[in-house]
């Protein structure tokens, strides 16, 4: 397999009129507004299906509009906190709205309070029992996502440029608006399997709704293309309808879920397991046969 320099690729406007006639050379960021509704994707994408056209006259970048860069160095400690407070929304989500879809605990949960009533006869202590099993849920749900967290600020994080701009079928772009870094999203090439991995995608709480996901994720997209990967391949635990629903936007297919998925912060203790528990979604775009 042969690379294109992620520079020449990450850099090239993607909103061409005619993305065969894209010059590794322009180094124009991509531009979009933030009113722009994207089309639905193909199930087997093309090049222009990917590439919306350019607005006649559209020349020059504003703080208004919506622009993806590559990742610079001056970037590394906003892109970090763009994904620290991403990532800690879901320690409520786990804790409490992850619980619909564990029926197991569930079934767990009310056995414990119906013992707790035959043991003690007490409304006012069997009461009291679910609240100390939720705290209990939050408790574990902040302590292995925080410390997740604290893993990823010494791995890639630790030097974003380092990691993902020198290294080949690797990138890290940033989304821009109101002169602002607002958004993040990574690509990791796999030679030996020729797919890309989508990661580390995040948008600022206060600039969602606003098409700057599903602009990175068509970034990804577009690098991916370029560098001739057969398909992108991404895993979340996120439980919002609407992360989802953003990946199948773009074209991904739900090809698999790990109720039981561990990350390194875990201990797997039987207490742990009771009141901490991931659900692990894995997506697929396959953009060309092998």
């Not at 994904?83 to 709205?97: L, Y």
Request: proline fraction near 6%.
């Amino acid at each position: 397999m042969h690379y294109l320099p992620p520079k020449m690729v990450c850099e090239s406007k993607i909103l061409a009129d005619n993305p065969s006639t894209l010059s590794l050379s322009q180094r124009d960021p991509l531009v979009l507004s933030p009113s722009h509704v994207w089309p639905s994707l193909p199930s087997a994408p093309t090049a222009s299906s990917l590439v919306p056209p350019i607005p006649a006259g559209e020349q020059e970048v504003t703080k208004e509009q919506l622009y993806i860069r590559e990742f610079q160095p001056k970037d590394q400690e906003t892109a970090r906190r763009i994904f620290h407070e991403g990532i800690k929304e879901r320690i409520t989500s786990s804790a409490f709205r992850g619980l619909r879809y564990q029926p197991l605990l569930q079934c767990l949960y009310a056995i414990i309070t119906v013992i707790c009533f035959v043991v003690t006869n007490s409304f006012l202590l069997t009461c009291c029992v679910p609240m100390l099993i939720m705290g209990l849920r939050f408790y574990y749900s902040r302590k292995i996502i925080l410390n997740h967290l604290e893993g990823a600020h010494h791995t890639d994080l630790t030097d974003i440029h380092q990691y993902y701009m020198k290294q080949p079928g690797c990138c890290f772009w940033v989304a821009i608006l109101e002169g602002k870094v607002v958004g993040i999203v990574a690509a990791r090439g796999n030679e030996e399997d020729n797919v890309v991995e989508l990661r580390r995608m995040s948008v600022d709480s206060s600039y969602r709704g606003k098409g700057i996901a599903k602009a990175l994720g068509r970034k990804v997209i577009e690098f991916a293309m370029l560098n001739h990967y057969s398909s992108i391949v991404l895993g979340t635990t996120a439980i919002k309808i609407a992360a989802h629903k953003l990946y199948e936007s773009l074209g991904f297919k739900h090809v698999g879920v790990n109720e039981h998925h561990t990350v390194p912060s875990m201990t797997n203790s039987l207490v742990e397991r009771m009141f901490f528990q991931l659900r692990y979604h894995r997506y697929c775009l396959q953009l060309r046969e092998e």
